[in-house]
């Protein structure tokens, strides 16, 4: 029996294990629900008729409570009863069918995967696309985002990252106010779904993320205080309580989390995790639960040879999240890095509200290339204080970086993507810094082709206090930003409505020309990072499994023109990438390497709705080169 995951396990011949951590309970009983009347209530003194079948459960060692059923089958709904006097549903649920106050669900862990010779991709393979599942397609489910698979692999897309799929109250939200972990959001098609899109990404060569929250539990429908000490008062974060890592008690609470991360890569064959906000974990203890959790999900891979990733989103600009166990980090694969968005970002709009206040300069996006990092060590306006320490010496892999996500659309006043702040020439230009930077990329979903449409934050609680409080909360976030007009509401059905990408829109005019223009991009990439071919459908990942060559670009800035300049040396040749970050044409004088350059990609061609801007002729060089740049323009040369 302790070798038994949480929650209800599905047995042979009708039989269903359950075992649930209650340390707060010395009765725990399991009750099965009729499906016509789901609901968590106050317990009654007395359950009759077979609507109130209840089984009691063995305590055994460390709070844990357990017992196996007969003539159980998948679909019944069962609650847990404890000291005869509340039911809640299971903490380690599964299925969630009708909602976060309802009864939990026992399902079938028998699925028919097709991916038995996928082990996924290596990092620095790895091009990311972030999607909301729920706002990706009309219907917003993953059957649904199945449809548009194919157009992320003729893209150059090799990994979805999809934002987080735990049971959340009601049928839209961004997924950070999941309170059933285990549990696969009912209204996105539920656990079943998943894997089906999981096995569909398997299918086409591309890898699947999944963005996890373990700083966290969202306020409805959590009903662990019920159950154990999940959470402790010592510290708190700007979401709610923290999950207890580090106080009395807290082993069963990191068993928890361990078994809910190797959960998606076992059970759902997720290729990699992103942790959520780690700046919001907080762990004293000698062993820190980030690392224990990197070496079970490592100590898995191995043994299942998989690539699995683990990468962290971090507001600490700290490389101990990267460093090896023998120099004390956590030797998590990747992080992202803010830094980078926020120098393009600076550049391009001019924006110098909030944490933008912290960049500006050109030589920003050249450290933030470079480096990984802009600050590490410095003073920080916005924060007052000195702010991150060196990645210098780590690959570049090691960060993710991008120009627009979930966060820094949404968290702006009113959800504005680029496309809503920029022209399309400067558009074009924030896709090659990104595609063509040494880092690993990544699009938020729709970027690719400009959809205009906004990614505000949205919800769908039931509790009116908790609506305005949500409410009280983004009007003050923004406080810092001195952005004009007035929020949209997170809990009206039409902000969430108003988020959807338009797919439509791809095939035409200027969306066709961007959608093309990244295409391009990565194409381009895979040859100046020695990155394999994608494998064609039906290919084992196995066999992308090459040597990677390191072929980082030198990084040269002009102040005075305000040019960014990329060069790699490839063995068939010398590469040239050009960025002009101004809104004015500029005469620059540029290094170039002696001999002849041709232009491979010019930002201005015709085809990518410009009207010409470098000769079509070889430019000829003697060490440096003359230049009439156009405003917000991106070329790249070739020494032939």
């Avoid at 007395?46 to 409570?65: F, I, K, Q």
């Avoid at 450290?367 to 410095?378: D, I, K, M, N």
């Amino acid at each position: 029996m302790t070798s038994l995951p949480l929650g209800a396990t599905l047995l042979e011949s009708g039989r269903c294990a359950f075992r649930v951590w209650a340390p707060n309970a010395s009765l725990v009983a399991v009750r099965f629900v009729d499906a016509t009347s789901p609901g968590v209530a106050e317990v009654r003194s007395e359950a009759s008729g077979p609507a109130a079948r209840l089984v009691p459960l063995a305590p055994v060692t460390g709070g844990y409570h357990e017992c196996v059923c007969d003539d159980v089958q998948a679909g019944d709904l069962y609650v847990f009863r404890l000291d005869d006097k509340v039911e809640r549903p299971d903490p380690a649920s599964r299925s969630q069918p009708h909602g976060v106050h309802g009864p939990s669900a026992i399902v079938d862990p028998y699925f028919a995967w097709t991916d038995a010779s996928w082990s996924g991709r290596a990092l620095h393979e790895q091009v990311f696309y972030e999607i909301h599942v729920g706002t990706f397609t009309p219907a917003g489910t993953f059957d649904a985002a199945i449809a548009r698979l194919d157009a992320l692999v003729e893209l150059g897309i090799t990994a979805v990252q999809v934002m987080p799929v735990a049971q959340f109250p009601g049928r839209r939200n961004w997924g950070y106010d999941g309170v059933y972990p285990f549990a696969v959001q009912s209204s996105y098609g539920g656990l079943v779904a998943f894997k089906r899109f999981v096995d569909a990404c398997h299918a086409r060569g591309l890898c699947v993320f999944l963005d996890v929250v373990y700083n966290h539990i969202g306020p409805e429908g959590n009903y662990l205080d019920a159950y154990g000490p999940y959470f402790t008062d010592r510290y708190r974060t700007p979401w709610g309580r923290a999950l207890n890592f580090d106080d009395a008690h807290c082993n069963s609470v990191r068993a928890y989390v361990i078994q809910n991360a190797l959960c998606w890569v076992r059970d759902f064959h997720v290729d990699g995790l992103r942790l959520d906000a780690i700046h919001g974990i907080f762990d004293f203890g000698a062993t820190h639960i980030l690392d224990e959790l990197q070496e079970a999900v490592q100590a898995f891979a191995r043994r299942a040879g998989r690539h699995v990733q683990v990468i962290a989103e971090s507001d600490l600009n700290d490389v101990r999240i990267l460093r090896p166990r023998t120099e004390c980090g956590f030797e998590l694969d990747a992080q992202w890095s803010d830094d980078f968005h926020h120098a393009v970002h600076v550049l391009l709009t001019g924006e110098t509200n909030g944490y933008y206040a912290d960049f500006g300069t050109l030589e920003h996006l050249a450290t933030a290339l470079r480096e990984g990092f802009v600050y590490s060590g410095q003073y920080s306006e916005f924060r007052q204080r000195s702010h991150g320490n060196s990645a210098r010496g780590f690959a570049p892999e090691k960060f993710v970086i991008c120009t627009q996500n979930h966060d820094q659309v949404g968290n702006r006043m009113l959800g504005d993507r680029l496309a809503a702040q920029l022209g399309f020439d400067a558009q074009k230009l924030a896709a090659a810094l990104l595609l063509l930077a040494p880092q690993q990329p990544m699009l938020f979903m729709g970027q690719e082709y400009g959809d205009p449409a906004p990614f505000a934050y949205f919800v769908s609680h039931s509790d009116e206090k908790l609506i305005a409080a949500v409410r009280h909360g983004r009007k003050r976030d923004f406080a810092s930003f001195a952005w004009r007009g007035v929020p949209p509401d997170p809990q009206a059905e039409s902000t969430f409505e108003h988020s959807r990408l338009d797919w439509s829109r791809r095939e035409h005019g200027p969306h066709r020309s961007l959608l093309e223009f990244h295409r391009e991009l990565l194409q381009l990439r895979r040859h100046l990072y020695d990155i394999p071919e994608l494998p064609s459908r039906g290919v084992a990942a196995a066999a992308t499994r090459t040597a990677h060559v390191a072929t980082l670009p030198e990084i040269h800035t002009d102040t005075e023109s305000g040019t960014l300049v990329l060069r790699w040396e490839l063995q068939d040749g010398e590469w040239v990438a050009l960025f002009h970050l101004c809104d004015a044409a500029a005469r620059a004088r540029l290094p170039l390497p002696p001999g002849a350059w041709s232009v491979v990609l010019d930002a201005n061609e015709s085809r990518w709705g410009g009207g010409g801007g470098f000769p079509v002729t070889p430019i000829r060089s003697d060490g440096t080169v003359d230049l009439d740049l156009p405003a917000w323009s991106v070329a790249v040369l070739r020494r032939t």
